[in-house]
């Protein structure tokens, strides 16, 4: 695999460091015991030494060793993605007051753990413990929080550890006779465990929770959550474009830019909810990542001659049996998954088959790009009836790094 030397093979920019990662330390689990004097699910991933180890590109500009604690008012909830922001007013040493605002998971993740909006009232007291940012006083990250007399929770806290969603009813295949895969579909969420000892731990499948804080499985035993570029031989260019890739950068990496990576990374990264809509002559596709739309033309065998270029290509679908092939092209030149770049060459074939026993999704790929890799970009994986329902959550990329100086009002 011939990725930039140190890059991590199970890369995620999503909300925790790398599953695997090494020097992957759980201090912060054993301080928020002390903290809240309660055990909780979730642990703090901090970073190891190596900046190689990458994790979201928030952590880029907070300081670890910074830590902070805040008593304020509530004054407001930003419920978006990529990150979630609580607003409040918190009290400073001079008896003042600084208008903070502290970076939370984002909305899809938060709402899958059984969080919401309505939890964080303008108006009531809290108290934040985190971690500074280098730059901006005003910011932190937040760790743990106490609202008013209620208990105190962390980040990570699982409201709803519920994996399994109701299917009794669902007709297994739709009035003309294919497979029915309408409806609402995610990844089974992977969330922080903390094995027996409170190190070496690193995300999982929710429902492997206890089982890898019991010390019944170890973290080997976890799968990969495929949030990370597939193997492949980089042709020259694509090699070099990888090495210069810059991951926490709005210009290298669309995600810090709100905008949707590829119809291959989006499909589960960060743990989306996705909403496949069947009609009588295409398949309409909504990504919940950044919510967009993409559609699966089943009329035709082929490609028009006139493509417009697009992020999401032009798709033609058909039925072999009980399997939808979708074949893809017409891309506009950008990126498959951090640090692998595609150009308007791009070709996806997409094979999705339905387990009517386990209600399993599941998705192999074929993808080639002559421009910038020599072989195949070959992938699987699969999807579960949502958890929740789908939402058009907005991108709303609110990081103090992120925002042009002019409109930082500092």
């Not at 004054?75 to 979630?84: I, S």
């Not at 065998?301 to 679908?317: C, L, M, N, Q, T």
Request: hydrophobic share 40%; with cysteine; aromatic share 10%.
């Amino acid at each position: 695999m011939n990725f930039p030397t140190g890059l991590a093979t199970d890369l995620t920019l999503g909300e925790h460091a790398v599953p695997g990662a090494a020097g992957v330390a759980y201090a912060g689990a054993r301080r928020r015991r002390r903290r809240f004097g309660r055990t909780v699910t979730g642990a703090l991933a901090a970073l190891a030494a190596s900046a190689t180890a990458l994790a979201h590109h928030g952590f880029g500009r907070f300081d670890r060793s910074q830590e902070v604690e805040f008593t304020g008012v509530i004054t407001g909830m930003d419920f978006v993605n990529p990150h979630a922001y609580l607003h409040f007013n918190a009290a400073t040493a001079d008896g003042g007051t600084i208008a903070m605002r502290c970076e939370m998971r984002a909305a899809t993740l938060l709402r899958r753990s059984g969080w919401t909006e309505e939890m964080f009232v303008v108006g009531a007291s809290a108290t934040v413990y985190g971690f500074g940012h280098r730059d901006d006083p005003a910011s932190c990250y937040l760790e743990d929080i106490t609202i008013g007399d209620a208990p105190g929770f962390n980040r990570n806290d699982q409201f709803e550890h519920t994996s399994s969603v109701d299917v009794s009813d669902r007709p297994m295949r739709s009035p003309s006779g294919e497979l029915n895969i309408s409806g609402d579909w995610a990844q089974e969420q992977y969330v922080i465990a903390v094995p027996p000892g409170g190190s070496g731990g690193g995300l999982v499948p929710k429902s492997m929770i206890a089982a890898i804080e019991s010390g019944e499985l170890t973290m080997a035993d976890v799968p990969s959550s495929g949030w990370g570029p597939r193997p492949v031989t980089f042709t020259a260019r694509g090699q070099a474009e990888a090495d210069a890739f810059v991951m926490w950068s709005p210009e290298d990496n669309p995600r810090l830019r709100c905008e949707p990576t590829s119809i291959i990374f989006d499909w589960v990264f960060d743990g989306a909810v996705n909403r496949i809509t069947q009609e009588a002559d295409r398949i309409v596709v909504n990504y919940g990542l950044y919510s967009f739309e993409r559609v699966i033309h089943m009329n035709t065998d082929e490609h028009p001659a006139d493509i417009v270029p697009s992020y999401a290509g032009h798709s033609i679908g058909r039925w072999e049996g009980d399997v939808l092939v979708v074949d893809t092209i017409g891309f506009e030149p950008g990126v498959i998954a951090p640090p692998v770049r595609h150009s308007d060459q791009f070709h996806i074939v997409e094979r999705f088959s339905l387990d009517t026993q386990t209600m399993e999704l599941k998705r192999d790929f074929v993808a080639e790009d002559p421009v910038y890799f020599s072989d195949q970009y070959l992938g699987s994986d699969t999807l579960l009836p949502a958890d929740v329902p789908y939402v058009a959550h907005p991108c709303d990329e609110l990081a103090y790094e992120f925002i042009p100086e002019e409109e930082r009002g500092d």
